[in-house]
């Protein structure tokens, strides 16, 4: 199994599977397999509260569903250029 770089500089720095996954866009599976073919055992509980930016909690793996909502500055801009297409096409 080849394993790619950045999962396995990942699971270096102490971070959890699913933590991994949720940054990489991956299955925490994948990272399982993946910590398997390093030889790697599971990320310690102290050094993954500390390695990890996002806590990943209870709830599991799920993949993000939809378009991620914009912010007002973008959704500002977007109704200006919408408004001079609009214009220009009048």
Do not use: F, W
Not at 9 to 21: D, Q
Not at 22 to 45: F, I
């Amino acid at each position: 199994m080849k394993v790619r770089a950045d999962i396995a500089a990942l699971i270096r720095e102490g971070h959890t599977n699913a933590s991994i996954a949720v940054r990489l866009g991956c299955s925490p599976s994948t990272v399982s397999r993946a910590r398997e073919a390093l030889r790697l055992p599971p990320a310690d509980k102290l050094g993954r509260l500390y390695a990890e930016a996002l806590p990943t909690g209870r709830g599991g793996y799920r993949r993000p569903t939809g378009r991620l909502p914009l912010s007002p500055d973008r959704q500002a801009a977007n109704r200006a250029a919408l408004l001079a297409a609009l214009r220009e096409a009048a």
